[in-house]
DNA sequence: AAAAATATGTAGACCGATCTATTATGGAGT
DNA sequence: ACTCCATAATAGATCGGTCTACATATTTTT
């Protein structure tokens, strides 16, 4: 692949992702795709083949990439589990408002809308929690349930962002946020 | 209203609440609808004057009552609010795994669609989930930071079941449910 | 090194299907 | 008789996807 097919194709996932995070796989028409990233409708079939599905599919995987690496960045630079927590949803949080309550978790609404209808997506969705999952994890090691609280920190996590983002506030981030100390004691 | 008309419209709420359920606002198409509920077209109109946004907006609400009625039964039953919460994850459990995984949480993939694009929706998944918080703090009077936690476990159910249906698995609910004593001690 | 051949990518018109919504008409219930 | 509601045909827009033509690189051949 050349440098330019290369960068044609980073721009239409750049834009399929940002629509993505704000109205999920239905609010990335097609249309909507190729305005966004200034590229030619042929372009979009001869970069993926598999149409809307690999487009968004290999979007989620990014977006997942993304988010856990600054997971692992947040990890390192934490001296403590609560800690850790307190600035994931911080950080989180911040991303939430700046974006005008637009940008919350990058999969859920996909993970939603495909989890009954397509398998494909679904399975991508569920791959980026489990890495995420595994990140957990890892910060939390020595802890007895390590594996339970891991999960339980995810869904804490994207409960608080889901509710942030419908009530257009931080309060349930924030709310979460005061109470992640008696959990991680 | 007749007795004819308020069955077609009960009808066709339920067909949507079902549909919504599986797929969200774009999972329920005006076309299902109508076949699933066997109710003709124009009949819609006739009943949802504001539409499909006024018909799936009926179903948010609708859901959320029962999904709130059944909150206050379980907490009634309920020695405290450990096993509470504990009696609403293996509910929606049974729920989610029984109906093949399709059903998780009505209100949250279309919260997500319609967050940042359909204002009236938002305003309804808004309310519901606010209605859900009042239950939750109700049976949590007399705790210091009733309010936080309430927050707290709503935001845990829903991450939950988000896992849950996307991971096609019990066990973060599960999870969930083991570590929630810690929580509520 | 010049020319020819091939691969890579752009560009937009176009297709059938599906979407929500509207309309006109006819029948059922009271 | 008059309201309430059912019914289907249809409109107009948008959807994802396909197609052909063209332009630009890159390699091969001479």
Known sequence: MGVKGAETR???LDATQELIETGGYFGAGLNQVIAASGTPRGSLYFHFPGGKDQLVGESVRRA????GDALEGLA?????????VDAVLRSLGD???ESGWRKGCPVATVA?????????????CSEVYASWEA????RL???PDA???AVLILALVEGALLLARTHRSREPLDGVARQIGVLLR
Request: a negative charge; aromatic letters at 2%.
């Open 95 to 97: 991303r939430l408002e």
């Open 135 to 138: 990140t957990l994890r890892a």
């Open 141 to 143: 090691t020595g802890r």
């Open 112 to 124: 939603l809308e495909t989890a009954s209808t397509n398998d494909p997506l679904q399975e991508a």
């Open 147 to 149: 594996d339970d609280l």
């Open 10 to 12: 980073d721009r239409m």
């Open 64 to 67: 997942g990439r993304t988010i």
């Open 76 to 84: 390192d630079s934490s001296a403590s589990a609560a800690e850790f």
